[in-house]
């Protein structure tokens, strides 16, 4: 019969939709599988926020009755209203090492984008910039750290080959705590004397008020970053939704609010690589013995990765992020953590390459995100 596409609509296809990855990476000792429970909750169109806005549909390319491949299309409402462009997006591009079956489901996402009228097509994007995204192009032989994607090289080889080109490549910098500027490291106490003078606090995350605490943020989140490329304002909903995912993991010793005056303006997030203990839970499930490895392990886990570090734009120039990576620094120090990845960074951000590579940070991982124009 050879391959041919079928839409995903059931639970159970649903959920064989989110499965098919640990078939496919089956015995590779690089790939993490998600997490079962929070892909199915990503998934869930009535629980998502990010649904009330939006679109998406799910195909799987079969061959003789057996999964082969995946994708996903995204029509992002909010990016349409908020960018003014015709753009559509695809995502959560799986597939074995057959062109012939990644040019089915690439084709799939061409028809649908003729079908919906845009003019071109960006991914992988799952299902926005605010969640994972790209392929991973470089730095293929480690694992990835939590919420990173992971693909072998011939999904990126497969896209160029169908016509798609680069739109975007999003960098990963590693930093171990010792290789921390030193310069950095003496001042900020007296950097952060000097923010005090102007109405200027740092302060840890407190989870005692943590609706409160999210609530002044969300505002941050959408001010820091919406002048970066392919950035999507987050709804409240879509805020608080995110948030809450990241609260069990939150360890409040890496986790800082910026005050002017009373008000948030600026935030900084790290968290534990807990796929230092997802990379041992089967099919990502949590039981039946997954949930005792996650309990076991969780105050065992020596690497990290700094997830969000933003300042709304009036206050960038205060030394504010210099006093967010000291204390981070010197935490991870006392906590003796090995190293952490800073992710992902847009190649453009030239304040916030800089800022990391001054601190002796370094690449080590690539991803990329593609466009295809459609005619």
């Not at 079908?115 to 293929?140: M, R």
């Not at 002044?216 to 939704?241: I, Q, S």
């Not at 570090?309 to 906590?335: H, Q, S, W």
């Amino acid at each position: 019969m050879g391959v041919h596409i079928k839409k995903a609509e059931t639970t159970g296809e649903i959920n064989r939709f989110i499965d098919f990855p640990h078939e496919l990476y089956k015995g590779d000792p690089n790939y993490v599988p998600e997490l079962f429970i929070a892909q199915k909750r990503l998934f869930d169109q009535k629980k998502n926020p990010f649904f009330k806005h939006s679109k998406a549909e799910f195909f799987f390319a079969i061959d003789d009755g057996k999964i082969v491949g995946r994708v996903a299309v995204v029509k992002n409402g909010n990016y349409l209203k908020f960018s003014g462009e015709s753009h559509g997006f695809f995502g959560f591009f799986d597939v074995i090492d057959d062109y012939k079956v990644a040019e089915s489901l690439l084709n799939t996402v061409n028809d649908w984008a003729k079908k919906n009228g845009f003019e071109e097509v960006i991914g992988p994007v799952n299902f926005s910039t605010n969640d994972t995204c790209g392929i991973l192009i470089d730095g293929l032989d480690t694992p990835p750290v939590i919420m990173m994607t992971y693909h072998k090289n011939y999904h990126r080889d497969f896209l160029e080959q169908f016509g798609y080109i680069k739109k975007m490549d999003l960098l990963a910098y590693r930093l171990t705590p010792q290789g921390g500027d030193e310069k950095v490291l003496r001042i900020h106490k007296q950097l952060e004397e000097r923010l005090k003078k102007n109405g200027i606090t740092i302060r840890k995350l407190d989870m005692k008020k943590f609706k409160q605490e999210v609530a002044k943020l969300h505002h941050v989140y959408n001010a820091a970053w919406e002048r970066n490329w392919g950035f999507v304002p987050m709804t409240k909903e879509e805020f608080d939704f995110a948030a809450e995912d990241m609260k069990s993991i939150v360890d409040i010793d890496f986790a800082y609010i910026a005050e002017h005056n009373g008000k948030a303006i600026g935030f900084s997030l790290t968290i534990p690589n807990l796929n230092e203990i997802f990379i041992k839970m089967k099919r990502g499930r949590l039981f039946p013995t997954g949930l005792f490895k996650l309990l076991y392990y969780k105050n065992k886990v020596k690497t990290l990765r700094a997830i969000t570090l933003g300042v709304i734009p009036e206050f960038r120039m205060a030394g504010i992020d210099a006093c967010f990576y000291a204390r981070n620094i010197e935490t991870a120090r006392r906590k003796n953590i090995k190293w952490a990845e800073a992710s992902w960074i847009l190649e453009n951000n030239q304040m916030m390459n800089r800022a990391l590579l001054n601190i002796g940070a370094k690449v080590y991982k690539k991803y990329r995100i593609y466009t295809f124009s459609i005619t």
